[in-house]
């Protein structure tokens, strides 16, 4: 009788119930829904889809949220141990995995313990009292009696289960000690400001604080889950995919990505999610985001490196083909400096620049002498500076007044050397130093003599902001920067009466 019941339809119920009197056709009906209700309990209880559909009846199903639920339900199935996700902003994963994911996995595993990191902890506090208050909802109890909020533990941001499990809200860079997880979820965990001005360390101490201390908190057997909107080459995804392939017998990640548009580029462009965002609104986001193309690539397209995000362009890029360079005129030297002792993944790198008369129009132009990167102590720096300075005799020397910096400039000014600090102030982040002198580039006025090194120093240039690395970047800005405002090139949109004088030097390339 049970499974016949069961297997009964609506259709099917409708017809039984068409001429029977009032009541029986009523007692039916009630026996009828009470059946579909425990099916979609059964249902909701090992199926995470259908779990969200019963405690949020206007949640919108996008093809991608279906995808992105139906991976993490491999997660909690030990299909899947490791997952990168990316997706564009405003999209639905947060809710998805930050809010009812740990719902859902702690009400089949109440005895487990959840860490969810986003970039602070306000946020993610936020995130954990709303599965805290869902748990406790009714809806929630009529498929998880099991799960329960301790009441001795139920903190915003840090609670427990009555059978043992716990559930730990942290920001990055928060304290870990003592916790452990069987489930790990990183949400968000980048700073979208500091990404925006340039200021890329902010990703580097997201992943020490991920690899040092997040990752040391898994249980054996432990699953993480890491969710981010994408920015940069050095990006924690970025990192996490780098180490998979790189570290033999570390953790392997399993990438997925989500772009905003399917067919960018072609006539068969559509969203991802046309339930939500049509395809109109997200070209109209792209137009509006013009300026800074390299934030629609890698936010909403998931390609921090895609070409067309450069801030230079490819075709800009002018090459010396001769063995000697054009006698220059000036010589500029820019140092960019890093702290060997806690930056570890930075380099210390100068550039000799210098400026010549094109014989073909006359006009001023720029050219790559030489460059030095590598990592130096400061000893090893102060040298370094001191045999460049006594090589090329520049006429101009800038230092970034930044990291060991200063004292370099300190010790140069004592030597007798005149120096010239910078320090970015307000509106001089990296990225608008770079585009202030991007229309040199654009008027082809910027040349690198065709050699390995200097093609190094102009593939970082075009990876530029979303480049795994950006020390050359600076120091060419530095130079290009004195170059231009000390009106020793001008190009055709400036006024004709800013005459640019300068004495003969020589020039090698070394």
């Not at 249980?219 to 890491?226: A, L, T």
């Not at 001769?322 to 993944?345: C, H, M, N, W, Y």
């Amino acid at each position: 009788m049970s499974n016949a019941a069961t297997a009964l339809t609506p259709a099917i119920v409708e017809r039984i119930v068409k001429g029977m009197p009032p009541e029986e056709a009523a007692e039916l009906l009630a026996m009828f829904d009470v059946i579909e209700e425990r099916k979609r309990i059964d249902v909701a209880r090992t199926d995470f889809l259908a779990f969200i559909a019963a405690i949020d009846k206007n949640y919108k199903f996008g093809t991608h949220l279906r995808r992105l639920g139906n991976l993490l339900m491999d997660v909690e199935e030990n299909t899947k141990h490791r997952i990168a996700v990316s997706m564009a902003p405003r999209m639905g994963k947060s809710q998805m995995i930050s809010i009812y994911y740990p719902a859902w996995y702690l009400g089949l595993h109440p005895d487990h313990k959840v860490i969810v990191a986003s970039h602070t902890s306000d946020l993610a506090v936020v995130m954990a009292r709303k599965v805290r208050n869902l748990i406790a909802s009714a809806e929630y109890k009529a498929i998880f009696p099991g799960t329960n909020i301790a009441s001795d533990a139920k903190a915003a941001g840090q609670w427990n289960t009555t059978k043992g499990g716990e559930y730990f809200a942290i920001g990055v860079g928060g304290a870990l000690a003592g916790r452990g997880a069987h489930l790990i979820i990183a949400d968000d965990p980048l700073s979208e400001q500091d990404i925006k001005a340039g200021n890329t360390n902010s990703l580097d101490s997201a992943y020490e604080w991920f690899s040092a201390g997040l990752r040391t908190r898994l249980m054996p057997d432990g699953k993480i889950c890491v969710l981010h909107t994408r920015w940069h080459q050095r990006d924690l995804i970025g990192r996490l995919l780098k180490d998979s392939v790189s570290n033999d017998g570390g953790d392997k990640y399993e990438a997925f990505e989500f772009p905003a548009i399917l067919n960018e580029g072609t006539e068969s462009e559509k969203s991802i999610w046309p339930e939500q965002w049509s395809l109109e609104s997200l070209q109209q986001t792209r137009a509006s985001m013009h300026h800074i193309m390299w934030q629609w690539y890698a936010q909403y397209q998931q390609n921090p490196t895609a070409a067309e995000a450069a801030i230079i362009k490819r075709d800009w890029i002018k090459w010396w083909k001769g063995d000697q360079p054009p006698p220059v005129e000036f010589i500029v030297q820019a140092f960019d400096t890093a702290l060997t002792t806690k930056e570890r993944s930075d380099f210390s790198v100068c550039h000799t620049w210098g400026v010549f008369i094109n014989d073909d129009d006359g006009s001023s132009n720029v050219i790559l002498l030489n460059k030095i990167k590598g990592k130096y102590e400061f000893p090893e720096l102060k040298t370094m500076a001191h045999e460049q300075y006594k090589e090329w005799e520049p006429d101009s020397v800038i230092v970034e007044a930044k990291a060991s910096g200063q004292p370099l400039i300190d010790e140069m000014r004592r030597s007798g050397i005149f120096v010239q600090d910078f320090s970015p102030g307000k509106g001089q982040d990296k990225i608008a130093r770079l585009n202030a002198v991007a229309d040199m580039f654009a008027s082809g006025h910027v040349w690198f003599p065709e050699t390995s090194w200097a093609a190094g120093t102009v593939e970082e240039i075009l990876a530029f902001p979303a480049g795994e690395h950006d020390d050359e970047v600076d120091t060419m800005t530095l130079a290009l920067m004195r170059i231009r405002k000390g009106g020793l090139l001008r190009l055709s949109t400036d006024h004709e009466d800013n005459e640019v004088l300068m004495r003969s030097r020589r020039g090698a390339y070394y």
